[in-house]
């Protein structure tokens, strides 16, 4: 970022950081949960109309932009302990986790959405002002006040941003919390698990012939069966699976001193404690049991096992019932919920039987919200998924991001872009006296270029109506760019200036695939909110364009995205489409080539071949994305020139001919076929 039309005499370090002061700015920071950790430095600035570079190719000559850095990052986190749902069904310390490690999320698919395993991208620490959340079932999670829980009625924040400004869909009492509630603790390894464990799993699964075997294949139970026996000074040696019999693998002790000490061990207690009867589920599930389709059972043959299970079920309250199937077969009821409290609870070794995968998001937890208390300053916790959430001590808790979006050109990506925004507060007032200066010409303005001047912290400054009202009154024309949806607000002003000069709109919808949008832009508003911004314009009389931008090679270029997104955005009554394809400046570059070799490794040697040494894509893949862009907005009515809505045609011929020029568009490079969604956010244009 350049500061030299600003009067604070400030510079870049050589890492382009921004210093901590600005001389002569006000340092303000704003106690409240929408801007908790961001510093805004208020200046005074010199100038406000800037003249882009001759260097630039960009379309325009003016630019004014009351902000530098954007507040439109979400920084959301959770307590250190908060327990985090792993992929192999048992739950870690949000604060132990790592870049890497496989957890659960949610994805809607089809009428629900369902479990499914992401992977952790980052993961680090801030200090923020926290909130206690208390549930009806006693589940208790400390979180900031950005932080999104998902309820009944969508996600919602901790808190409300500041009163009056930004306000912003928070939780209340009337609110309940979707998923199973909190996680069951493990049980702890004593002597008496480790022997409830033997027991369960040599009952059901000793074989015969001489001395001790067991007989099973999965390696978990082997180990853990092979470590308990040891702990308690008994030898086992391994047995080999064979190609004959791939499932007669498992441990055996051949000695008849350790078939003896085994014996004494598997033996039933008189008086069996809570742990060996925990140990004792563990083991019988691990040796018989299975989990499919939402139903976990465990049958056995056993009379005694019978008994023992029954035992160990009521006394942790489980609800079950005895199939008989010519043998007990016990059915664990409840659900989820009760399922995870189970496996949690009583530690199984096999976790591949633990998978939830593909299950419906779907609980009659008690998770009504019963209090929301504030806990004062805290270390908290972030992480970034793939899916866009994770599952929090059992309810559906949104995606942390590492760093914020910069989503427009020349701008840095590093973290003090969204955590220190420099406001120009005397913006409207300056750019009246330039306005009026005899030198200046009435010459086009655009805003948004650099940084969204309808991000966040405008909902806090609102210099933006006043710069509107000063283009009005000098009847300059202007236009403006924005992902925010905060330029409703000023939707009376826009159409006075419209009235007497120039007035453009744009809004930048690059793709619609929410997946991809979660991955990418999470700091800004889903390109659905987007769409019904460019249709609320419109139904005002504005004409509103859309930047159908970025377009990103390999990820979002398909026939059926670009497809689906020229759709809406016709839909949505757009006067234009202008497609721009990803650029890779200097310093974004780096932090996007590291994202797409983490996630999209397939992708590296393609962007590299493709962009080279510099940051544009070639001039044939432009030509031929534009092209495949004017095609799909001729079929949807939209003049590709921009002059306006094209004649429709009658609804059979029109959907005929779409699918006939969709059959005939020609692809792109293979190398650039879609590769899934991403799964962090990027630096964009």
């Avoid at 698919?109 to 208390?134: E, M």
């Avoid at 007669?248 to 009867?277: E, F, H, K, Y």
Wanted: hydrophobic share 40%; aromatic share 8%.
């Amino acid at each position: 970022m350049r500061w030299s039309h600003l009067q604070a005499e400030a510079t870049q370090s050589a890492d382009g950081e921004l210093p901590l002061h600005l001389p002569d700015s006000a340092v303000r920071t704003f106690e409240t949960p929408g801007f908790a950790g961001m510093t805004f430095y208020e200046i005074r600035a010199k100038s406000i109309v800037n003249k882009v570079s001759g260097e630039s190719d960009v379309p325009f000559q003016w630019t004014v932009n009351p902000y530098r850095g954007c507040s439109h990052a979400c920084v959301y986190c959770l307590d250190g302990d908060t327990p985090i749902l792993m992929a192999d069904g048992r739950h870690r310390r949000l604060a132990d986790l790592q870049a890497g490690d496989e957890i659960y999320g949610t994805e809607r698919q089809g009428n629900y959405r369902r479990y499914v395993t992401t992977t952790v991208l980052d993961h680090w620490i801030s200090v923020k002002p926290a909130f206690r959340v208390t549930l009806a079932d006693g589940t208790s999670i400390v979180a900031s006040g950005d932080h999104r829980f998902l309820t009944e009625r969508g996600w919602k924040h901790v808190t409300n941003a500041d009163p009056g400004h930004g306000k912003r869909p928070h939780l209340t009492t009337s609110n309940k919390l979707m998923g199973t509630g909190q996680f069951a603790p493990p049980p702890e390894q004593t002597d008496e698990y480790r022997l409830g464990y033997m027991a369960g799993m040599a009952r059901e699964s000793q074989g015969s012939g001489s001395g001790f075997r067991l007989v099973i294949p999965e390696a978990e139970a082997v180990d853990r069966m092979q470590e308990f026996l040891a702990h308690f000074g008994v030898p086992s040696e391994r047995v080999a699976p064979t190609a004959s019999r791939p499932k007669a693998g498992g441990l055996r002790s051949r000695s008849r001193s350790a078939q003896a000490m085994i014996s004494n061990l598997i033996a039933w207690p008189v008086t069996p404690s809570d742990d060996w009867c925990l140990g004792l589920l563990a083991g019988i599930f691990d040796a018989a049991g299975s989990y499919g389709r939402g139903i976990l059972r465990i049958p056995t043959a056993d009379k005694d096992l019978v008994d023992a299970i029954e035992l160990s079920l009521e006394r942790f309250e489980f609800d079950f019932v005895i199939e008989d199937r010519g043998f007990a077969c016990f059915r664990l009821l409840g659900g989820l919920r009760e399922h995870l409290r189970f496996f949690h609870g009583t530690d199984p070794a096999i976790t591949a039987k633990w998978t939830i995968e593909g299950t419906a998001l779907k609980s009659n937890a008690p998770l009504g919200i019963v209090s929301i208390e504030p806990v004062g300053q805290r270390q908290l916790y972030d992480i970034t998924t793939g899916t866009g959430d994770f599952i929090a001590n059992g309810v559906v808790s949104h995606n942390c991001f590492a760093r914020g979006t910069h989503q427009y050109l020349d701008l840095d990506a590093g973290l003090d872009f969204d955590q220190r925004i420099v406001v120009k507060t005397n913006a409207p007032e300056l750019l009246r006296r330039e306005l009026a200066a005899p030198k200046w010409r009435g010459a086009h303005i655009a805003m948004g270029t650099n940084v969204d001047c309808y991000q966040r912290a405008e909902g806090k400054y609102l210099l933006m109506p006043g710069i509107i009202e000063a283009l009005r009154d000098f009847r300059n024309p202007f236009s403006i760019l924005t992902k925010g949806t905060l330029i409703l607000r000023d939707l009376e002003l826009l159409r006075e200036a419209a009235e007497v000069t120039s007035v453009s709109i744009a809004v930048s919808v690059g793709f619609t695939d929410p997946a991809m949008w979660r991955a990418v832009e999470p700091g800004a508003p889903s390109p659905n909110r987007r769409l019904d911004v460019v249709r609320a314009l419109t139904d005002a009389g504005l004409a509103v364009s859309v930047l159908m931008a970025p377009v990103l090679p390999g990820l979002t270029d398909s026939a059926e995205e670009i497809e689906h997104t020229v759709a809406a955005i016709a839909s949505a009554g757009a006067v234009s489409i202008t497609p721009l394809a990803l650029h890779l400046r200097p310093g974004a570059r780096e932090w996007f080539m590291a994202w797409l070799a983490r996630e999209h490794p397939g992708l590296v040697e393609v962007y590299k071949r493709l962009y080279g040494p510099g940051s544009y894509l070639p001039k044939g893949y432009q030509r031929e994305l534009t092209a495949r862009v004017r095609s799909a907005a001729r079929r949807h009515g939209i003049d590709p020139g921009g002059t306006g809505r094209a004649r429709r045609l009658p609804a059979s011929i029109s959907e005929g001919r779409a699918a006939q020029e969709a059959a005939s568009l020609t692809e792109m490079p293979a190398v650039l076929s879609p590769a899934g969604a991403g799964s962090t956010q990027l630096t964009l244009l």
